[in-house]
């Protein structure tokens, strides 16, 4: 059963990082394209970032400015760099596979103030 538990988020002041990592198990994570969603305030959840099992990444709009995501496949890891924080940035952010499972992790907040 795959399993996701994202950490690493928290209050971050705009212009500030945060580093965000999620431990994935339950499936073969180092042949699966992994990606970060994030759900904002009233709002949907949306794809923030993709990176594929061979490395290959993708990010939505501008986020490739400001984001890196990375994977460790050694230690079935996922991570989001996130630089420049903007308080649109805010929301609860969740790792899946690119083809997302049911089983979503809890996510983790992130909070950007000015």
């Known amino acids: 059963q795959v399993q996701l538990v994202e950490s690493g988020g928290g209050l971050g002041q705009a212009g500030g990082s945060l580093r965000l990592s999620c431990a994935a198990s339950g499936f073969t994570f180092h042949g699966a394209a992994m990606a970060w969603y994030r759900q904002a305030p009233g709002k949907l959840r949306e794809w923030v970032a993709l990176?594929?099992?061979?490395?290959?990444?993708n990010y939505k709009d501008n986020l490739r400015d400001r984001f890196t995501i990375n994977r460790d496949d050694d230690n079935n890891m996922l991570y989001l760099q996130m630089n420049s924080l903007k308080p649109e940035d805010t929301a609860v952010y969740y790792c899946n596979l690119y083809q997302p499972s049911a089983n979503w992790g809890r996510g983790t907040q992130v909070t950007v103030s000015l």
């Open positions: 990176i594929e099992s061979w490395g290959a990444t």
